[in-house]
């Protein structure tokens, strides 16, 4: 269903509510500006072998490559970015997509491929 409503409280459970494959969309994260000339796109969905940046938050700087996508919470969780617990174990740590920059895409699957061919053209 198309978003119509103003109101935020509506949009916001829509965010809230909606189904995984319409979860998707909300996995995007921008482009570093060399990527973004060369593909002539600002932004692409994320996924699982990415290379992203951290932006904003503690671990802004940190480079690390996106090792899982959490549909169901709208996360990523990137290599290099964890907390310890008190007993000293490490524990990935979540990040939001909007909270991230792509530096390199994971072009192995033929399919993303030609979606950044055709568009680059």
Do not use: W
Not at 35 to 62: P, S
Not at 69 to 93: F, H, M
Not at 99 to 113: P, Q, S, T, W
């Amino acid at each position: 269903m198309i978003m119509i409503t103003k109101q935020p409280r509506k949009q916001r459970k829509e965010r809230y509510t909606s189904p995984l494959h319409r979860r998707q969309k909300y996995m995007h994260a921008p482009l570093i500006k060399a990527l973004r000339e060369e593909l002539k796109k600002r932004n692409a969905q994320l996924r699982k072998g990415d290379t992203v940046k951290v932006m904003r938050g503690d671990h802004a700087g940190t480079e690390g490559e996106v090792e899982d996508v959490d549909l169901k919470r709208c996360t990523i969780k990137v290599a290099g970015v964890s907390n310890y617990r008190a007993d000293g174990t490490e524990v990935p740590r979540t990040i939001h997509p909007s909270n991230v920059m792509i530096v390199k895409l994971n072009l192995e699957d033929a399919e993303r491929e030609k979606i950044f061919a055709r568009r680059s053209e």
